[in-house]
């Protein structure tokens, strides 16, 4: 076992130290994906009634721990309570959906063409290795582990060493209710995460494009299914006709909640036509979300989660203005402990503009003005990612139209980018996924394989 240690602090008191954890290599990895793997068979074989019940014991314990759950999310990563809070009964939906979905149809009938039995069966892959991201602790990490548990595979999950604390809490949470190393945290940086693809079955990423291009190759190098869920660049489209203050709520809060730290934020306001009172209203919405102690009810936007991470938002926005950019909202550093951020917004640039084309994880965004919808269209589909697209609006032709043209896996009209249905595929485009789509029912055709049975009636001569 190494003896490096990972820290995990809170990034609103950088002093305070929430997990530590030995840093694990590749013999460590090894080690515990041979557990997991001798775990697997017995959890495969013990019944679907045997994985419900055990899944709905979890969600039970979560929802009587979701205090406790909620405080450890806003302590470790900064989330803002109410976010926190929903980030937790979102997991406790996860695990019950999946408790139950064990129970679903695991195969199809076919007529066989000679008598006998044709059908099909989905069987679990093995020892599937789940490498997250610290930005939704506690939710990304069970979106992807209940279906794989469910369907009967054991796991290695590798969370972000940023959200050591909250994965170390669903191990303790997980323990009871499941064999011995059936789920197991692997605790440890890109070598760790490395090992883990080296040993999967199956493998599911999330985190930024630069490392699940990385994963994507090493899986598929091996033979293993994967799937990579990564950036986005994500563009909210205002036709002339979108009322203004309601417009500028939903995309202000898109943007700057949580400080801008989700894969589905809004980076880029693309307005149509003159819409002077919407670009006025956004302005005063972002100006009115003031950084502030996320565990504090009311406060929507809290730090980023490091100091590095501090550093990327106010060199963007530096770089911005050298562009000559123009800062409507924010800009500024607050003289003040953690690594908070003024939640900022800024027009004049260029559609090719390297704020607008490269994702700054953190608060800030970028309106374009646009002359046309075709224009609007060809700027909002001008990146290399294409996760989701929000377009705003009255006429629903013109929205439908919209929509149609729009090369994201996800379109939300009238509706933040940000928010996702844990029971519908969720999944982009371009840079932004690889692989088959996550959540609801893609999930479990996911994390098992198909297997055809031809069943002769007799033996033939
Ligand atoms: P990251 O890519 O830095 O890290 C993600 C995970 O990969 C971490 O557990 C990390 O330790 C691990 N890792 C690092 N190097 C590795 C390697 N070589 N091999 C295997 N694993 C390795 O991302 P992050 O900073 O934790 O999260 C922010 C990023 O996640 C943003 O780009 C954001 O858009 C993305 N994200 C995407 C989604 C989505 O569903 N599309 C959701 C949330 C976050």
């Not at 419900?52 to 759950?69: H, K, N, T």
């Not at 190098?221 to 994500?234: D, I, K, L, T």
């Not at 202000?252 to 934020?265: D, H, I, L, P, S």
């Not at 149509?272 to 406060?299: C, H, I, R, S, W």
Request: charged share 20%; glycine share 10%.
């Amino acid at each position: 076992m190494s003896t490096t240690i990972l820290k995990s602090t809170s990034p609103q008191s950088p002093t305070d130290l929430v997990a530590e954890a030995p840093d694990m290599g590749a013999s460590d990895v090894r080690r515990l994906a041979g557990h997991a793997r001798s775990a697997q068979r017995e959890w495969a074989a013990s019944g679907a009634a045997a994985r419900a019940a055990a899944l709905s014991a979890i969600a039970r314990d979560l929802r009587a721990r979701r205090e406790e759950a909620a405080a450890l999310t806003i302590r470790e990563v900064g989330k803002p309570r109410r976010e926190a809070v929903g980030e937790v009964d979102r997991a406790i939906a996860i695990l019950e959906y999946y408790a139950q979905a064990a129970f679903a149809s695991n195969g199809e009938l076919f007529p066989p063409s000679a008598g006998g039995l044709l059908y099909t069966e989905r069987r679990p892959h093995g020892l599937a290795g789940l490498i997250t991201p610290w930005n939704f602790p506690i939710a990304i990490p069970l979106w992807k582990a209940a279906p794989a548990l469910s369907c009967g595979n054991s796991v290695l999950l590798k969370p972000s060493p940023d959200a050591l604390g909250m994965a170390q809490f669903l191990e303790a949470l997980l323990a009871p209710h499941l064999p011995e190393h059936t789920f197991t945290v692997i605790s440890g940086g890109a070598a760790a995460g490395e090992a883990v693809v080296a040993e999967a079955d199956v493998v599911s990423f999330t985190g930024s494009v630069a490392v699940g291009k990385q994963v994507a190759q090493a899986a598929v190098a091996r033979g293993v299914p994967v799937q990579c869920e990564m950036g986005g660049q994500n563009a909210a489209i205002v036709l002339p006709d979108a009322d203004p203050a309601l417009t500028a709520a939903t995309i202000a809060g898109a943007a700057m909640g949580y400080a801008g730290q989700k894969c589905t934020a809004t980076r880029r306001v693309i307005t149509v036509g003159p819409n002077p009172g919407f670009v006025d209203a956004l302005v005063e919405a972002v100006k009115a979300a003031t950084p502030g102690d996320p565990a504090v009810d009311g406060v929507t936007v809290g730090p980023v989660i490091t100091e590095a991470a501090q550093r990327r938002v106010s060199d963007a926005v530096a770089n911005a203005r050298g562009d000559g950019a123009t800062v409507l909202a924010g800009g500024e550093t607050p003289d003040r402990d953690g690594w908070f951020i003024e939640p900022t917004l800024v027009t004049g640039l260029e559609a090719s503009n390297s704020l607008l084309q490269r994702e700054v994880f953190g608060p800030l965004a970028a309106i374009v003005h646009a002359d046309s919808v075709t224009e609007a269209i060809t700027i909002a589909n001008d990146v290399r990612f294409g996760l989701v697209t929000s377009i705003h609006g009255s006429d629903v032709d013109a929205l439908l139209e919209a929509a149609g043209r729009a090369q994201t896996g996800m379109i939300k009209i009238n509706a933040p980018t940000t928010g996702v249905d844990f029971y519908a595929p969720f999944g982009g485009e371009k840079d932004s996924s690889f692989g088959p789509r996550e959540q609801g029912q893609a999930a479990l055709r996911f994390y098992t394989s198909t297997r055809t049975i031809s069943f002769a009636p007799h033996h033939r001569r």
